[in-house]
């Protein structure tokens, strides 16, 4: 008979304990928890996997995995406290312990991007699932033509990782915009750079329309026109990936809550074609 | 007056004849702005369309704790259009962010040319249209608040 540990190991819905090492506040509803599994190593992810996180007693959630895919002995997670199970995992101080199965789901295609330009485009909170991809990217930056990372948030004091970003500029080129650089009642960094939506950086990155890649990831709303916006430049919705966001319960394809379509979000996507899921999108009250 | 080389480069007067463009570059001057140089003021008369060819501008209004910066604009594009509307007053500052190469096309020139020729009348109109609707696209988008939470993709 197999010990508890590796018994509850082999089984695909079970989740593994975790502790927390550390917790880095990102912005004022948002951390990055850094976490390793209690026993057994956590199996290794792909760039936009995700992983379903139990606050324990609380409940379950899909979170993508934000932190570097060579690490294998640390897991990210850059989680906003939105409602009960996130507002608990936020909430979780180093030496807290929570569960962990996965990774799940289809990852970013970095690797059918090789030898092309690649463009980045991240909305808000949509800079988590992005930055193993772009961990993957730079630490394999010879492999990859020109990389762009077009960053857009609310406001200054709501952009993700700005320390990294000033670090990937050097290899990469990096224009980060924000809808509002100030806002009455509320103390945010002073901003001298662009003011707007993020489709309003694509212009200007350079790119070779016909055969770079996108990755997208933001609110729906955000990547509807940041494909339209892509495509006005020449980048054909079969090259345009952007990562889908459902209700989920198992992750596993069984339950049937993430449907879209004819798509499981947690098997088929998170990450899809635009191509292919852009219609589907589009369909009201689905 | 400029040579109407210059201004046929710029994407504003893709749809115009080469007739057309060399009618144009007799309102034209090349003008530069050093970073931080006021283009134009809220409410003086809007006397010129800049045809933006490199550098950003920061639109942005007054308010009693500094300026207010209501959005950035780079690269080649077309910057105001209260020239063609009464009362032919800006609506917000422009302040070059960096060095701002740009194209002016004076406004009383303009306006008579565009009444010598309803043609032109219509290229122009219909240009000036377009980036209307996809400023006031943005905006709307911005007015979304896409990035709040109440804005989850689905979920
Ligand atoms: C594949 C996938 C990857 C994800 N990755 C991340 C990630 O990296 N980081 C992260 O913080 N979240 C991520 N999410 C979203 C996260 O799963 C939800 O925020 C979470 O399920 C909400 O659960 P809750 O119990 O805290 O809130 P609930 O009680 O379920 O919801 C509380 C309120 O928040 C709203 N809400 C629910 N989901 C979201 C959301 N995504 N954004 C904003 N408001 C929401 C609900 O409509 C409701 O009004 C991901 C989701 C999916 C499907
Ligand atoms: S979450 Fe159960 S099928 Fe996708």
């Known amino acids: 008979m197999l010990p508890v540990s590796e018994a509850v190991a ?10 927390v090492d550390r917790v880095e506040r990102e912005t004022a509803d948002t951390v990055t928890l ?13 760039p936009g996997q995700f992983d379903m996180l139990s606050a324990l007693g609380v409940g379950e959630v899909p979170i993508s995995v934000s932190g570097d895919p060579d690490d294998r002995v640390t897991r990210q997670y850059t989680i906003r406290a939105v409602g009960a199970v996130t507002r608990a995992l936020t909430s979780l101080r180093p030496g807290g312990v929570m569960g962990v199965r996965g990774p799940y789901g289809h990852p970013w295609p970095v690797e059918a991007a090789v030898g092309a330009d690649v463009v980045v485009v991240a909305g808000g909170l949509g800079l988590a699932p992005l930055r193993p991809a772009i961990h993957h990217l730079l630490a394999h930056r010879d492999r990859y033509g020109r990389i762009s990372i077009l960053y857009g948030a609310r406001s200054p004091d709501e952009l993700l990782f700005a320390d990294e970003m000033q670090r990937w500029q050097s290899d990469v080129d990096v224009a980060v915009t924000v809808d509002a650089p100030s806002a009455p009642g509320k103390a945010i960094p002073p901003w001298d750079g662009r003011v707007g939506v993020v ?3 694509i212009p200007d990155a350079l790119f070779d329309p016909h055969r770079a890649t996108a990755l997208v ?7 509807r026109f940041t494909a339209r916006a892509l495509a006005d430049q020449g980048v054909t919705g079969e090259r345009v990936y ?5 209700s989920m319960a198992c ?3 069984l339950c049937g809550h993430c449907q879209l379509g004819p798509f499981f979000v947690c098997v088929d996507g998170p990450v899809l074609r635009h191509g292919l899921v852009g219609p589907w999108l589009a369909v009201r009250e689905l | 007056m400029m040579t109407s ?11 115009l004849t080469s007739e057309q463009i060399v009618t144009l570059s007799t309102c034209a001057t090349a003008v530069r702005f050093a970073p931080g140089a006021l283009i134009f003021r809220e409410g003086e008369t809007a006397d010129a369309c800049y045809l933006v060819r490199a550098g950003q501008v920061a639109l942005q209004l007054h308010a009693p704790d500094g300026p207010l910066v209501v959005e950035t604009l780079t690269g080649e594009h077309v910057l105001g259009w209260s020239w063609l509307v009464p009362p032919h007053r800006w609506r917000f500052d422009a302040v070059a962010v960096d060095d701002v190469d740009a194209i002016s096309l004076d406004a009383g020139c303009l306006r008579r040319l565009l009444g010598d020729d309803p043609a032109l009348h219509a290229v122009v109109s219909r240009q000036l249209l377009a980036i209307v609707s996809d400023r006031l696209e943005h905006t709307r988008v911005r007015l979304l608040d896409v990035y709040g939470h109440h804005h989850a993709a689905g979920v």
């Open chain 1, 10 to 19: 082999a089984t695909p819905l079970a989740p593994r304990l975790t502790h």
């Open chain 1, 34 to 46: 850094h976490v390793s599994a209690v026993d057994t190593e956590l199996p290794p992810f792909a």
């Open chain 1, 199 to 201: 489709t309003t950086l």
């Open chain 1, 217 to 223: 990831c933001g609110p729906e709303v955000m990547m």
């Open chain 1, 242 to 246: 952007v990562s889908l966001e459902r």
């Open chain 1, 251 to 253: 992750g596993v394809g």
């Open chain 2, 5 to 15: 080389h210059l201004l046929a480069l710029h994407p504003f007067v893709a749809d």
